[in-house]
Structure formats: structure tokens, C-alpha cells
């Protein structure tokens, strides 16, 4: 059974830095796309970023802030986030899929950037 737990959110100012981490355990984490969604009050969730193997793609509204990365050897995958502005404000999420497998996802992590 996949486990994801995600850490690193908080609050930070307009034009601030956090970076989330999601450590997986359970399975093969080299095998699996990891992810990162974000939900923000009264929306739904949304897709920032993916990587899959050495491939990453970004919402439009991130790229250029954002970095998702992953460290094989840790089974973890870390979304570096810049110049945060008051719309990034949501709960991130970390998010595991393969082929034939359910997806799996993590319990989430608060960022508020607040003027």
C-alpha cells in the first residue's frame, strides 16, 4: 500500500519561497509519476506539476516559479515554489500514479501567502 505524506507548507508574504516534500513509501517510488495538485477554497482541484522520470510540465500559472523535482534514492518528490503570489494560496497535494494501479494521494499541506 502506497503512503504519501506531504510537509513543508505555511505561511509566507507575497513573493516569498516555500518548498513542499512528499515522501512516499509502500512500492517502487522510481516506477510511479509523481505529482503535485493544489485546491483552493471553493475550487477545484488543479494540476501544477508532474514529473516522470527525468519529464516535467507545468500549469501555465506556475511555470517559471515552480520546480518539482524527485530524489530517487529518497522516495520523495519536492515542489519548490518562488515568487508566491496571493493565488498560489491553496492546499497542495502530492499525488502517485502507474499504469493499472489506483492513484494514490497524500493528506495535503497548507500554503497561504498573505499580504
Known amino acids: 500500500q502506497v503512503h504519501l505524506v506531504e510537509s513543508g507548507g505555511g505561511l509566507v508574504q507575497p513573493g516569498g519561497s516555500l518548498r513542499l516534500s512528499c515522501v512516499f513509501s509502500?512500492?517502487?517510488?522510481?516506477?510511479?509519476?509523481m505529482a503535485w495538485y493544489r485546491q483552493a477554497p471553493g475550487k477545484q482541484r488543479e494540476l501544477v506539476a508532474t514529473a516522470n522520470g527525468g519529464s516535467t510540465n507545468y500549469a501555465d500559472s506556475v511555470k517559471g516559479r515552480f520546480t518539482i523535482s524527485r530524489d530517487n534514492a529518497k522516495s520523495t518528490v519536492y515542489l519548490q515554489m518562488n515568487s508566491l503570489k496571493p493565488e498560489d494560496t491553496a492546499v497542495y497535494y502530492c499525488k502517485a500514479t502507474v499504469p493499472g494501479l489506483p492513484d494514490y494521494w497524500g493528506q495535503g499541506t497548507q500554503v497561504t501567502v498573505y499580504s
Open positions: 509502500g512500492s517502487i517510488f522510481r516506477l510511479y509519476v
